[in-house]
């Protein structure tokens, strides 16, 4: 405490009063601080990336299992609190009577409107058309015609093998309708085969030709039309053998290939090629009498073809003939 207030113990008002006040500073300072209210204190900021364990301390939230998995964007997250969105109701299928609105039109107009299609190049939907016609029609009438435009179809939608074989179907069904041919010239227009067949015909000792009017045949798979073509146009010249016995082998005919070859040989004894299609047709046949035979005129082609390819192609054959396990 001050001297001051030591001293003067008096009728000294003034210093009666500093000393009061004194005291009173004093005992205040001594006194431990009271807590401040509850009104008093600062509101914390909220820390919801924060979340309080039972122990008492924080950690942080992964607010991940909140979101939409990317991957999954319909599927909620486990742990989720969002609610999940029920599933999308079944389709349920027509029934069967209302699936094709057509069916009752008249037969005569769904034919219109087919023709309507392949003329617009609606290929698929005008043989979808075309079959469901036939098969509603079935067999009361003459459907030749549909089945015509139908084969057209086909064509331009590069089934080129199933009508090659309808062709043949149709022409043993129908050998005097003119509209079956009329269907050949078509398919041959449509192709290009039409004018290379007639280059090879108006000149058949022509490989050029002969190469350019096979490969067209293969690029179709037309092997049908291509043996026709070479056995009715009448010519035996090398070039028009070689491209039939090409047809005979791409057919897997042995037996055919073997046969033109021989003959073929007598003509040419010269053309080497043709005793390897023999030793060919023989090989492929597959028994060992067969196998035998051809080991010997693979040798005599190894021995006396001028061509080199020949010889390399005998002597692969050779080899595989010496082989015990082939």
């Not at 405490?1 to 008096?10: A, K, N, V, W």
């Not at 350019?212 to 026709?228: K, Q, T, V």
């Not at 390897?276 to 492929?284: I, P, Q, R, S």
Request: net charge positive; hydrophobic share 35%; aromatic share 10%.
């Amino acid at each position: 405490m001050p001297s001051l207030l030591e001293t003067d113990q008096g009728t000294n008002s003034l210093l009666n009063w500093l000393r009061a006040d004194l005291m009173r500073k004093y005992e205040e300072a001594q006194k431990p601080p009271v807590p401040a209210s509850a009104s008093s204190i600062r509101p914390a900021r909220p820390r919801p990336e924060r979340e309080t364990r039972k122990s008492g301390e924080s950690e942080p939230v992964d607010i991940s299992r909140y979101l939409k998995s990317e991957s999954d964007p319909a599927k909620p997250p486990e742990n989720s609190k969002l609610p999940v969105p029920p599933p999308p109701p079944a389709s349920i299928p027509e029934p069967t009577a209302d699936r094709d609105l057509w069916l009752n039109v008249p037969i005569e107009k769904r034919i219109a409107f087919a023709r309507d299609l392949f003329k617009r190049r609606k290929f698929e939907e005008a043989r979808s058309e075309l079959e469901a016609i036939l098969e509603k029609q079935g067999e009361k009438k003459d459907n030749l015609d549909l089945i015509l435009l139908r084969e057209k179809c086909l064509f331009h939608l590069r089934e080129y093998q199933i009508v090659e074989s309808d062709y043949y179907r149709l022409k043993n069904f129908y050998p005097r309708r003119k509209e079956v041919q009329e269907l050949r010239q078509y398919l041959f227009r449509e192709s290009g085969l039409d004018e290379l067949e007639k280059a090879v015909a108006q000149n058949p000792a022509d490989p050029q030709a002969q190469r350019a009017l096979l490969d067209r045949y293969l690029r179709y798979g037309w092997l049908d039309f291509a043996e026709e073509f070479f056995l009715t146009v009448q010519d035996t010249s090398p070039p028009t053998i070689k491209s039939l016995s090409e047809v005979y082998y791409k057919k897997g005919d042995h037996a055919m290939l073997i046969h033109l070859s021989r003959k073929a040989f007598l003509l040419y004894p010269q053309e080497t090629e043709f005793l390897y299609n023999e030793a060919v047709g023989l090989y492929n046949l597959g028994d060992a009498i067969s196998r035998k035979e051809a080991q010997e005129k693979f040798a005599k082609v190894a021995s006396m073809a001028g061509n080199a390819r020949l010889r390399r192609n005998a002597q692969w054959y050779l080899q595989r003939l010496a082989s015990p396990t082939r």
